[in-house]
Structure formats: structure tokens, C-alpha cells
């Protein structure tokens, strides 16, 4: 006899065959969004492989830029506040004990000013296909930290060149790398977020950012700041962050543990914060961009 109709039950798989089931459940949705940005990992590759092939075709040095920016930057720095100003440097040579600190704070704020406006630089592809958009902050955050891995890279021959001894605190910079990637992706979902909302936050931003290059210890040591003050000094992030650094970088310096502690408290605090405030907002994300 001829069935002209089928029924099944979730309850049997034989009676499911080979369908795809989709269950709804509560607590399921992040989950399927954390599986979706593994499921989109080509278009992850691809989308940084052509921010890099942008942001340096057709100069005469490439990704030397990523070098010579902060390298020039130090040099300047050194030689207004150390010749001139004659701020000290903890008994360092200015060049390297800047650079130093100038590398974990260019990353932090190209980091900051990409993410913040990653959604609008994407506002193309977004309207016309889906993707999880958590990987348009992604993508700004890791071609930030290739640059800064490349700026990285010159700070042991300035060492050397500077005669100043390297130690195994050299391997601290990994784990002060990844409390500054997260710290920044946090915070730059954190403004992506409000720039969906609040339009002028990219114009803001910049000032911000001013600011804090020079309320950050870059061309100066936290050790200046009144011992009194040094807590509240701290709960600028990126404070810790730059004393760490320079505490791997230097034999002779002296490290606050309570900033650093700070510093990954505050990265950990900002993730999840902005990862909540990105996914609330990109809810409405097609009816804002």
C-alpha cells in the first residue's frame, strides 16, 4: 500500500532520517554565534589579507611603515622630552625605554580608532550577505596586532645596539601581549557599539585618545607619579600594560604587580562588557548602519 503521507517523531530517529533538525533552545544562540565565526574562518582570512593588501599597496615601503612609525616617533620623543626637557628614563637610553612603550600604546589606539568604525568600513558586505559581525571588529584587531608583532620584532636589536643585556623577563611580553589585544578588542566593541548609536563617538575618539598619550607613562615613568596617587593612577588600562613592558624590556626596572593585576582585570571586565553591548546592538544592526 501506497503512504501519501509520513509523520515522525523527535523522539525516534529512524523516523528522522537523514533531515537536519534545527532545536531551539534557550542559552542556544551564543553557541550557534561562536560555531558561525568558526564556520566563516575563510572570509575571516580573506577580509585580513585584503585590509593588509590595502593599507599598503602602492608604497614605496610596505609594511616597513609599521617599523618606521614608531621607530620616528621614539626618536622625536627622545630627543624633545630627553635632550631638551630632560625627563628622566629610569637610567635608560630615551630611544629604547620610549619605544618600549610605544609599542603596546599605537596598538592600543589604532586598535581603539579601527574597531570603533569597523561595522561603517564594512557597511557593504554587511548589507548584503550575512556573516557574524563579530568579525569586522576581529579582523581591525588582528591586522593591528600584525603591525605591532612586526614593531615588536625591532625592540631586541635596539636592545642590543643600546649594549643593554636581555633577560628571560623577554617572555613576559607574551602574556602583556594578550592582556593588551584583549583589553583593546574590548573597548573597541565597547565604541563600535556606541557608534552605531552615537554617530560623533568616531569623532570623539581621537581626543580621547590625545589625551591619553600623554596621561600614559610613555615618555615618562609612573614611578613620577606621587605614591599617594599611583592607584588612581593605575585604573588607566593601559598603565600596567606599559610598566610590564618595560620591566621585560630593562633589567634595572621595577615592576608595580598592582597595576599589571589592574590592567587584566580590566581587559577581562571590558571583553565581556563589550562582547554584551556588540551583540545587543547588533541586533538592530541593519535598521542603524
Request: charge should be positive; proline fraction near 6%.
Amino acid at each position: 500500500m501506497n503512504q501519501t503521507a509520513s509523520s515522525y517523531s523527535a523522539d525516534n530517529p529512524e523516523d528522522l532520517g537523514h533531515r537536519e533538525v534545527t532545536i531551539i533552545e534557550a542559552g542556544r544562540v551564543n553557541r550557534d554565534y561562536f560555531r558561525d565565526l568558526w564556520r566563516y574562518r575563510e572570509l575571516f582570512y580573506i577580509l585580513i589579507w585584503r585590509d593588509l593588501s590595502v593599507r599598503y599597496k602602492q608604497m614605496v615601503f610596505g609594511l616597513g611603515w609599521t617599523i618606521f612609525r614608531p621607530l620616528l616617533t621614539a626618536l622625536v620623543f627622545a630627543l624633545v622630552f630627553g635632550k631638551l626637557v630632560k625627563i628622566p628614563s629610569g637610567g635608560m637610553p630615551h630611544a629604547p625605554y620610549i619605544y618600549a612603550a610605544l609599542v603596546p600604546w599605537l596598538f592600543f589606539a589604532t586598535t581603539l580608532s579601527d574597531v570603533s568604525v569597523s561595522l561603517q568600513s564594512h557597511a557593504g558586505l554587511i548589507s548584503k550577505v550575512y556573516f557574524p559581525r563579530l568579525l569586522a571588529p576581529l579582523v581591525a584587531t588582528i591586522v593591528a596586532l600584525i603591525d605591532m608583532l612586526i614593531a615588536l620584532a625591532l625592540l631586541v636589536p635596539m636592545l642590543w645596539v643600546f649594549n643593554i643585556e636581555l633577560s628571560w623577563r623577554l617572555s613576559a611580553l607574551v602574556p602583556l601581549t594578550l592582556i593588551t589585544v584583549v583589553l583593546s578588542l574590548g573597548l573597541g566593541l565597547c565604541f563600535a557599539a556606541m557608534n552605531l548609536k552615537y554617530r560623533d563617538t568616531s569623532l570623539i575618539l581621537p581626543y580621547v585618545l590625545q589625551f591619553g598619550l600623554y596621561l600614559s607613562p610613555i615618555v615618562f615613568s609612573s614611578d613620577l607619579v606621587p605614591f599617594p596617587w599611583r592607584l588612581l593612577y593605575s585604573l588607566n588600562p593601559i598603565v600596567g600594560v606599559i610598566e610590564g613592558y618595560r620591566w621585560a624590556a630593562f633589567p634595572n626596572q621595577e615592576v608595580h604587580p598592582s597595576a599589571i593585576a589592574i590592567s587584566a582585570m580590566m581587559s577581562v571586565l571590558f571583553i565581556l562588557t563589550g562582547f554584551r553591548y556588540f551583540r545587543r546592538m547588533e541586533r538592530n544592526l541593519a535598521d542603524v548602519i
